[in-house]
């Protein structure tokens, strides 16, 4: 945390490195320090809305709308609403609405909490995750589990942003601690290189990150004005595809 710098009043002009100053000196240099706080909370994103095409096995499944937004005392909600729109998913009228809460830390989004709730006619699932103190917190429909939190800490819907935010710091290689239902597991992500990816949004040369530890299961493809990827592919959970639509935002 960049703290904010208050000059002591005193009739005597204070020193700084053997040099006297003057008040206006002194609110010169507040200024200066205050300053990058302003233009760092710009360089991370604030706000917008991306809509996905969701596929199952390459079949239509669904559609995403993906929201972040502040909601005041330095906290940001980041919301993905998936609405089942073939297949098994529209049968059934299964919807998914994942909320995260998260405060940016440097570059990282660090959870706050987040909560899952899966509605359809057959079938209802809900999980909650809280960070009270050090500790975190996890309803998961009828189970209770809770465990050490640790600095900087993410969860599964803030990832991918987490990992937008550290691409376009030129980050080539990242690990996230990511808060999951029992532990924290800490996950390493890497560049593999760039591809030509055509989704509905357009075509792009895009930047694939893979996640390079042992539960390889996740590949991901980024453009430098998105802070989202524009196709994300993940087997685990039913090897599911996301592709951009449209982005809005800024």
């Not at 706050?112 to 309803?139: A, C, E, M, P």
């Not at 299961?217 to 989202?228: L, R």
Request: charged content about 15%.
């Amino acid at each position: 945390m960049i703290g904010s710098y208050i000059a002591p009043h005193s009739a005597t002009p204070a020193k700084l490195g053997g040099m006297k100053t003057t008040p206006l000196l002194r609110a010169g240099f507040a200024l200066a320090l205050a300053l990058p706080v302003a233009a760092f909370a710009a360089d991370v994103p604030q706000s917008f809305t991306a809509t996905y095409h969701v596929l199952q096995g390459g079949d239509p499944l669904g559609d995403a709308t993906i929201t972040l937004k502040p909601i005041g005392g330095g906290k940001y909600e980041y919301s993905n609403q998936t609405k089942g729109t073939g297949g098994l998913a529209a049968a059934v009228g299964a919807n998914v609405s994942e909320v995260s809460q998260f405060a940016w830390s440097g570059k990282v989004p660090a959870a706050i909490s987040y909560h899952y709730q899966l509605d359809s006619s057959f079938k209802s699932k809900t999980r909650d995750l809280t960070i009270q103190g050090n500790t975190v917190q996890v309803q998961d429909t009828k189970k209770a589990y809770s465990y050490p939190a640790v600095p900087n800490m993410v969860e599964r819907n803030t990832l991918p942003l987490a990992l937008g935010v550290a691409l376009a710091a030129g980050q080539q290689q990242v690990s996230f601690p990511v808060a999951v239902k029992q532990a924290v597991e800490n996950q390493s992500f890497k560049v593999s290189g760039k591809e030509k990816v055509t989704v509905p949004a357009g075509s792009f040369d895009a930047q694939r990150v893979d996640r390079s530890d042992e539960a390889a299961t996740f590949s991901a493809w980024y453009v430098a004005k998105y802070p989202v990827p524009v196709k994300l592919a993940q087997k685990d959970g039913g090897d599911l595809t996301l592709e951009l639509v449209s982005y809005q935002g800024k």
